[in-house]
């Protein structure tokens, strides 16, 4: 069965704190991706990585940075959290063919106090 | 922006048949749409797909009228477990560089 895991499920942090949320995949799937969900604008794509030390810019990068340093993990930080950023971050993946068929981990409902 | 319009909610019977409406109207020749469901504390979950025909699973199938402007999902025969978000979107770009546009999402209610 496929697996996409997120480090936490619920985490609470303070303003100006760096924060890291860790996504690994046991597909061996070549593409990745970190959105944020908010209630009336849906998902939008923050960052993506199509390969191994590889990222391209989402729709909304700003305040964000990733790492992906090995196939199967993905890492969005957050260098100085502040409270716009309070959101729930989804990780994915999916294979590097035509297909769109993305895996979704279970979500991190991150809290920026 | 998102390239979809779905209803914000429905509602449907159990065991009735679901069909869940998505205009696209702006859609392009090599444009996919897509449609993936979120129950409640879960990640989005893939249905199905498809550009011109009409596709079938084992989930759901897709019906594309012949303009592409709009499409509808159908869950043959709804249960409680099928409720959830479903979310009508559109696949844009090529390569490593396609992407999902994602709309709000229609919440279907299955009802006992």
């Known amino acids: 069965d496929v697996k996409v895991t997120q480090s936490s499920r619920y985490l609470v942090k303070r303003t100006g704190e760096k924060v890291f949320l860790e996504c690994v995949q046991d597909m061996d799937h070549e593409n990745m991706f970190w959105y944020r969900q908010d209630p009336g604008l849906g998902l939008r794509l923050i960052y993506f990585s199509y390969d191994v030390k590889m990222k391209e810019k989402g729709d909304i990068p700003e305040g964000y940075s990733v790492s992906r340093e090995k196939k199967e993990r993905f890492s969005l930080i957050l260098e100085s959290a502040s409270t716009n950023q309070t959101s729930m971050y989804l990780c994915a993946s999916r294979t590097g063919i035509s297909t769109d068929t993305q895996y979704f981990g279970p979500g991190t409902r991150l809290t920026v106090l | 922006d998102a390239k979809t319009t779905q209803p914000t909610s429905m509602d449907c019977a159990e065991g009735r048949a679901a069909n869940l409406p998505c205009n696209h109207s702006t859609i392009s020749g090599n444009e996919y749409v897509y449609w993936y469901r979120q129950i409640h504390s879960q990640g989005p979950q893939y249905i199905i797909h498809?550009?011109?025909?009409?596709e079938t699973n084992e989930m759901a199938s897709l019906i594309i009228t012949e303009d592409r402007k709009s499409s509808t999902l159908i869950l043959p025969h709804a249960t409680l477990r099928d409720t959830a978000v479903y979310y009508c979107i559109v696949r844009v770009g090529a390569g490593n560089n396609r992407k999902l546009i994602w709309g709000l999402g229609t919440s279907l209610a299955v009802n006992p």
């Open positions: 498809g550009l011109k025909n009409n």
